[in-house]
């Protein structure tokens, strides 16, 4: 079993910068992919940025060149540097693992509010 635990979500103003974090624990197996997916109130969840255990990243068109995604594989964590906030990034942000062998894994959330 893993364990995926979400910190620094919070309020912003728009313009504003926020970090996400993540941190991997319990029976770890090797992560092939982290990511970041977000639910906007009313909204589909949708992915925001993913890296792969080799460091391939992908994002949403709404976010590039704003977000940056990073992790840490020895640590097993992975970070979401958010710049130039939007009212519209406003959502809960979840944090999602998918290891190499098994079944994928949530965080609970994150609550990011941009105020315009």
């Known amino acids: 079993q893993v364990q995926l635990v979400e910190s620094g979500g919070g309020l912003v103003q728009a313009g504003g910068s926020l970090r996400l974090s993540c941190a991997a624990s319990?029976?770890?197996?090797?992560?092939?992919?982290m990511g970041w997916y977000r639910q906007a109130s009313g909204k589909q969840r949708e992915l925001v940025a993913v890296?792969?255990?080799?460091?391939?990243?992908n994002y949403i068109e709404s976010v590039e060149g704003r977000f940056t995604i990073s992790r840490d594989n020895a640590k097993n964590t992975v970070d979401l540097q958010m710049n130039s906030l939007k009212p519209e990034d406003t959502a809960v942000y979840y944090c999602?693992?998918?290891?190499?062998?098994?079944?994928?894994?949530w965080g609970k959330g994150t609550l990011v509010t941009v105020s315009s």
């Open positions: 999602h693992a998918q290891p190499f062998v098994g079944r994928d894994y």
């Open positions: 319990g029976s770890i197996l090797r992560l092939r992919d």
């Open positions: 890296i792969t255990y080799s460091g391939t990243t």
